[in-house]
């Protein structure tokens, strides 16, 4: 077979290997559920946007997207993440070092964070970097 004949099947064996890669993605049995400290703004933070800030506020973690991708809470406000995929998740800020992370979360666990200065906190999810939202503290 020529070469040119070659990198469809090349490209058909890649792809298929990414596949089985994403697959096997976020596969563990480890993760709690606790609370954590306060967290402190991101470099380059900002306030605004997000809606009205409440006191505590709820993010579920399904079909790979956090919901609401963004929320408002007022300084001192916590949020709490629930992931209900049957893959693990985590909520990690986005800056280094890590502001705040609710550590992996396996089916049905929840975490809460509380948010003590007001600032915009990016954050994702460590297994699946495409997962991403935003904390608004007011």
């Known amino acids: 077979m020529s070469p040119r004949g070659l990198r469809p099947l090349l490209l058909l064996a890649l792809l298929a290997l990414s596949a089985l890669a994403l697959g096997a993605c976020g596969k563990s049995s480890s993760g709690g559920s606790s609370s954590q400290g306060g967290a402190a703004p991101q470099a380059g933070a900002s306030s605004g946007g997000g809606g009205p800030a409440e006191a505590a506020a709820k993010v579920t973690i399904a079909s790979y997207k956090f919901m ?3 929320i408002t809470v007022k300084a001192g406000g916590t949020v709490t993440w629930t992931n209900t995929d049957s893959d693990r998740h985590t909520a990690s800020s986005d800056a280094e070092p890590r502001v705040f992370d609710t550590n992996t979360l396996n089916k049905g666990q929840s975490k809460a ?10 954050y994702l999810c460590v297994y699946h970097a495409f997962m991403q939202g935003t904390v608004v503290v007011k």
């Not at 964070?113 to 990016?122: I, R």
């Open 68 to 70: 609401p991708a963004s």
């Open 113 to 122: 964070v509380s948010f003590k200065k007001p600032g915009t906190y990016k």
